[in-house]
Each structure stands twice: as C-alpha cells, then as structure tokens.
C-alpha cells in the first residue's frame, strides 16, 4: 500500500529555525558552526568572565525548565487542537467545516501576545485558571489554529485513491481515515510540526508578559535589578539558541529515522 | 560666479543655524514609564500627565530648558539611558545605592514609601511576613520587587506594569501587591473597580526619596535640574502640584 505514493510531499509552514539534513550540507555545517559555537561562547563567558556572567547563569535555570514546560505543554494540546480543527475543516458536515474554518480565520488573525493577554486578563475575570496553564492554553489555541491547517494540508496530500481503495475493501470512512491515511499523513505533516516546536519554543517568550518566571522574564528580572542588560540578554539569546538548535537536530533525527522505517 | 553663490549660501544657512541654536531654549528628553498613576500615565487625551511630568515642566520653567516626554516601558528604562535615547528619566525613581553606583541622580524631589495591599477578604495581613507561602505582585525592578525578595518564603511575582499585577489580584491569583504608596492609593482608593475589593495595610514600611536620573557623569544637566528643583522648593511650587495629583 505504501508504493508509488508521494508521501515526502514537503509542507512549507512555520517560521522555525531550518531542519538541517544531512543532504543539505551548506545548512549542516552551519548548524554545527551556531551549536558549538554558542556552547563554547557560554562555557568562555561563564569561566572566562564569571565575575560579570557566572551570576546570570545562575539566577536563570528554572527560567529553562518553565520555558519548556509551557512549550512541550502547549504543543502537545495544539497537535490534538489542530487534528480535530484539521479533520473538521475537510469535514463533510457543513456545520462541522463551518466552525472548524471559523476557529482558524479567527486565531490566525489575532496576534498570539493579543491572544495571551486575552485569555490571562480578560478570562481571568471570569474563569480561574494558574498563570502556566492559561499560559499553555492560550500558545495551544493559536498554534492549534495553524497545526489544523498543517494536519489537512498532510490528509489531502495522501492520494485519493488510498481512501477509494480502502472504501473498496469495505471499511467505513472513519476507519480508512485512522487505519489508512492519518498514518501515512502523520509521515508528511511531522516536519512542519517539528518547524511548529521550534517557533513555538521562541514564541514561549511571549508569556513572560504573563508574569510566567520564563527564560526570558528571569533575564528581564535580572537585568532590572543589575542594568547588565548587554550580558544579560547576550546569555538569554545564547539559551535560546542552543535549544532552538538542539530542538531541530533532534527533529531530523526523527525525521529520517522514520523515512529509512518505510 | 557659481562658487562664491554656494558659499554665500553656506554662510548664510549656518549663521541661520547657529542664530536659532542660541536663540532657542535648550530642549532635553526625558523618558517616563506612564503607568504609574498618579505620579505619571496618559489621560483619556492620549498626554502623559501627572506629579511628576508637573513637576518636571515646573523645574524646566524656572532652568530656562523646554522639555520632551517620552513614553517608555519601565524595565527598559535604564538601559535607554545608557544608549542615549533620552536625556534623563523622571519616573518615581528612587534613588538607591544599586543605582546610584551607574547613574547620576539630582536631589531628592519628593519622598515616599512603599506599601502592601491585600484583598479586602484578608483580614489578618499586615506586612509582606504575613503573606509566607503566598504570591506577591510587584512592578519588575522596581524597589517594591527589592522589598519582597528580601522576605524569605514569599513567592515575588512580577509584572510588567503595576496596574497588571493589581488586575492579576482582581482575579486572585496573587494575594498581595507592593508598590509606593501614591500608587497604592490611587489603585486601591480610588479606581471604582477595585474600590470594593482592596485595601492598604499598615503604614509605609519603606522610606524612599524620588531622584531625576541622568547618565553617569553629565554634570551639566544635573547642576541644570538641581537648580531649578532648588527654585521649585523655594517657591512652595511643589506643593501645589501635590495637592493637585496627591491629595
């Protein structure tokens, strides 16, 4: 069943930092330059100079561990937001189609500090949610928007006859699309999904406006109380690299394993 | 022919140009973070008003100097100082050592002192020790942010602008804000919205005096505001200015 399908149809989606592979060896190596590099430029500032930078390395780590939890957290309720908005917007239900549709217009053209401010603020009035969790809810919402449009980009570049065949040999709809095409789909959309972690991981910083003790607001929070702002956001930018860089090997890792799988 | 048109030109633009730069008062640029009411914030008329920018214009009045506002978000405020954005900030800074090691402050303008306020349900706090095991708001960096670190076992919050972590209390996620006092009072005593929910405990727990900031070494300009803060006081001017925004 896996034959003769065009199932490595790249979807161009996201503003993440490029997926190097291996093939390409011009972003290859400039990745191993900007990882190693940044690596090296911490360890120097943090024993080279740690009269000026040591403290800061010290006053952010629970920053990291905040930053991730709001990202991993937020990116897996957007992949379930998405796969339902993505299944509702090739819905055959109008009504369906209408609401999954409507979700997407409408998120996509709030801007996600609107949208974070909107659901910490102004829900807060109504509803109690933690800083975190109306935190994570809000980066799922927005990104789910955009992850649905990834999900029904990934179902419909799955050939229609896999779907025709499988009706043929009498399964429902519903199976052919969990048995047959989801699987196969999953293989083309987990790239931009990867792009959406890494632009999701930036975007985290936006939640430090929530007064979330995240990478970014621990920097802002050092940096008021010392005025070091050059060393200080000299490290936060650092941090972020290298997560970001980390994040996207180990994205087209998992990429190619799951191409040599098939 | 053509040359000596050019340079009469030349002459003729620069003696325009350096007649207006004496004739002209000295304008500086001042930043100020706008929301910190009543001390500074923008009215319903989109201006920068209150205490301080009154003040400010009254100082620049008697030092012969015009003065431009800028609106500047407050955890930025400093580090546009050092990149010459501006000239000097007037923004309810008190002046600290920590500061005053990396700029320059004019004399003490007003003084004043920091403050909790709780939710009106809270009827046993009265310091920020009460609030152990709590959540404490505050603006990021400012000295009510120094005051709550300095409690052990109080989780400190911080926020953007004051008036975020007051609407963060609104919606009870924290249980205690610290901000000065002036502030305090214009939230908890005067906002309609918040009227019923909060209140200011105890009394002022710090004691701060407000300073204009400028950078490190520009001696000019502080000799320049210190005068003309010297003829303010002189003139009782700033206590007219206090009644008007601090009642």
């Given at each position: ?6 199932t ?5 989606v996201?503003d993440?930092?490029s ?18 590099g940044s690596?090296?430029l911490?360890?120097f500032l943090?024993?080279g ?12 780590p ?6 991730f ?6 990116i897996?309720?957007?992949i ?14 109008r ?13 996509r053209g709030?801007?996600?500090?609107v949208?974070?401010?909107y ?33 029904r ?10 779907m ?5 040999l009498g ?8 048995q ?17 972690f890494?632009?999701l ?7 430090s ?5 995240d990478?970014?607001?621990r ?12 060393e200080?956001y ?26 040599d799988?098939? | 022919?053509k ?17 207006s ?26 201006q920068?008003?209150?205490?301080d ?5 009254a ?6 100097v ?8 407050w955890d ?7 990149s ?45 020790a009460?609030l ?9 960096g ?6 709550i670190?300095k ?8 926020y953007?602008e004051?008036?975020l972590?007051f609407?963060?209390?609104a ?9 000065d ?5 214009h ?26 900031v ?9 000799d320049l505001l ?13 206590a ?8």
């Open positions: 069943m896996q034959d003769n399908q065009p490595n149809t790249p979807i161009e996201g993440g930092a997926i190097p592979l291996k093939s390409d060896t011009g972003l290859f190596t400039a990745w191993r330059i900007a990882f190693f690596i090296v911490c360890l943090a024993f100079r740690p009269d000026r930078y040591m403290a800061i390395f010290k006053f952010v629970e920053g990291i561990v905040i930053t939890e709001v990202t991993v957290g937020a897996l309720l957007a379930v937001f998405g796969l339902i908005a993505g299944l509702g917007r090739i819905s055959a239900n009504l369906i189609n209408g609401v999954a549709s409507l979700y997407v217009e409408v998120i709030i801007p996600l500090l949208q974070l401010f659901i910490y603020y102004a829900l807060g009035r109504f509803v109690k949610i933690p800083a975190i969790m109306s935190a994570i809810i809000a980066m799922a919402f927005c990104y789910g928007a955009y992850m649905a449009e990834i999900f980009a990934g179902i419909q570049s799955i050939h229609k006859g896999q025709e065949a499988a009706l043929s399964m429902s709809r519903r199976q052919a699309m969990r047959v095409i989801l699987p196969q789909a999953f293989k083309t959309v987990l790239p931009p999904i990867g792009n959406e890494i632009a991981l930036k975007d985290s910083s936006l939640v406006i929530l007064a979330v003790s990478l970014l607001r920097g802002r929070e050092y940096a008021s109380e010392t005025f070091d702002y050059f200080t000299t490290v936060i930018a650092l941090i972020y690299l290298i997560l970001t860089l980390f994040f996207s090997k180990l994205v087209s890792i998992m990429e190619e394993r799951l191409n799988g098939c | 022919m040359i000596l048109r050019f340079l009469s030109v030349t002459a003729l633009l620069s003696a325009l140009l350096s007649v730069a004496f004739a002209a008062p000295k304008s500086i640029k001042v930043a100020t973070d706008a929301t910190w009411p009543p001390m500074e914030m923008v009215n319903s008329n989109k920068i008003v209150g205490y920018i009154d003040f400010l214009n100082v620049a009045k008697e030092a012969g015009t003065v431009e506002f800028k609106n500047t978000a930025g405020i400093f580090a546009g100082l050092d010459g954005q501006y000239d000097a900030i007037i923004s309810s800074v008190t002046i600290t050592e920590e500061r005053k090691a990396k700029y320059d402050f004019t004399d003490v303008y007003t003084s004043i002192g920091q403050i909790l306020v709780v939710p009106k349900t809270d009827k046993t706090s009265k310091t920020i009460d152990k095991g709590k959540k404490v708001g505050s603006q990021i400012t000295t009510a942010t120094m005051e670190k409690v052990d076992g109080v989780d400190s919050k911080t953007d004051i008036g972590a609407e963060d209390m919606a009870g996620r924290i249980s205690g804000v610290v901000c006092e002036p502030v305090a009072a939230f908890a005593l005067q906002k309609q919205e918040y009227k019923e929910k909060f209140k200011i405990v105890g009394k002022p727990f710090t004691k701060e005096g407000y300073g204009i400028v950078k490190k070494g520009n001696k000019e300009l502080v210190n005068k003309g803060i010297k003829s303010v006081k002189a003139k009782k001017l700033d007219k200015i206090h009644t008007k925004w601090v009642k």
